[in-house]
């Protein structure tokens, strides 16, 4: 009964260094999604995918890429790393629009 | 203007206390309602939905005002294992993607 796997849980990255957070669900679920947490900002969605095969841009896109790989995986790729996105990045899924999500333990990132 | 704004505390109260938390919303046509409840460095988790008529799960009460754009979360004697942070959550129009506020932060003391 796994959920939502994310990996890494903890990645530090150089300035202009590229990355790509995993993440994989298990129950599923149709829509899939990646927020990112920061101090007084709350959570704010930087990509979505409804169903496999589609992606669409959240609140705050610039900067990153995601790939649906399949129903299971929705990755999302850091070309070139900057200090602003420092922060803590959570991947979700739910059967259904709006309801039922289950988000994955997260991802603690620094950009130095 | 935030879409969803709530008061970051944090409340401080005792063991048995009732508290009561509070949050708006900017969008009129927001559709459902939540409180996920997020604990120090962990994931966000389902707490409730939040419905028109009230709901009751426990010692936990919510409630919605879809005309003053305002739901609350209220809870009944308070234990210790109650401090987290509470995010008042609502769906958008169109692909209903959750939009969370910035927390209310409960410590809740012996």
């Known amino acids: 009964n796994a959920g939502v796997t994310q990996t890494p849980k903890f990645q530090v990255l150089k300035t202009g260094q590229s990355m790509t957070l995993q993440c994989a669900q298990d129950?599923?679920?149709?829509?899939m999604y990646w927020y990112r947490q920061d101090p007084g900002m709350g959570l704010r969605l930087i990509y979505y995918?409804?169903?496999?095969?589609?992606?669409d841009k959240g609140e705050v896109p610039n900067g990153y890429n995601v790939s649906r790989l399949n129903k299971r995986e929705f990755s999302l790729r850091l070309e070139s790393a900057a200090p602003s996105q420092t922060s803590v990045y959570f991947c979700?899924?739910?059967?259904?629009?709006?309801?039922?999500?289950?988000f994955g333990s997260g991802t603690r990132l620094t950009v130095v | 203007r935030k879409e969803v704004e709530q008061d970051p505390g944090p409340f401080n109260v005792p063991e048995g206390a009732t508290v009561a938390f509070n949050c708006t919303y900017s969008?009129?046509?927001?559709?459902?309602f939540f409180w996920y409840r997020q604990d120090c460095r962990k994931e966000p988790k389902l707490l409730m939905s939040?419905?028109?008529s009230g709901n009751e799960d426990g010692r936990f009460t919510a409630q919605l005002n879809r005309a003053s754009q305002y739901i609350s979360l209220l809870i009944r004697d308070s234990k210790l294992s109650d401090s987290a942070t509470y995010l008042c959550?609502?769906?958008?129009?169109?692909?209903?993607?959750?939009?969370f506020g910035t927390g209310t932060r409960l410590l809740v003391s012996p």
């Open positions: 979700a899924s739910s059967e259904e629009q709006g309801f039922g999500y289950t």
């Open positions: 129950m599923n679920h149709n829509s």
């Open positions: 995918s409804a169903s496999e095969g589609t992606t």
């Open positions: 969008n009129s046509a927001s559709q459902s």
């Open positions: 939040v419905y028109s």
């Open positions: 959550v609502v769906t958008n129009t169109g692909f209903q993607k959750l939009v």
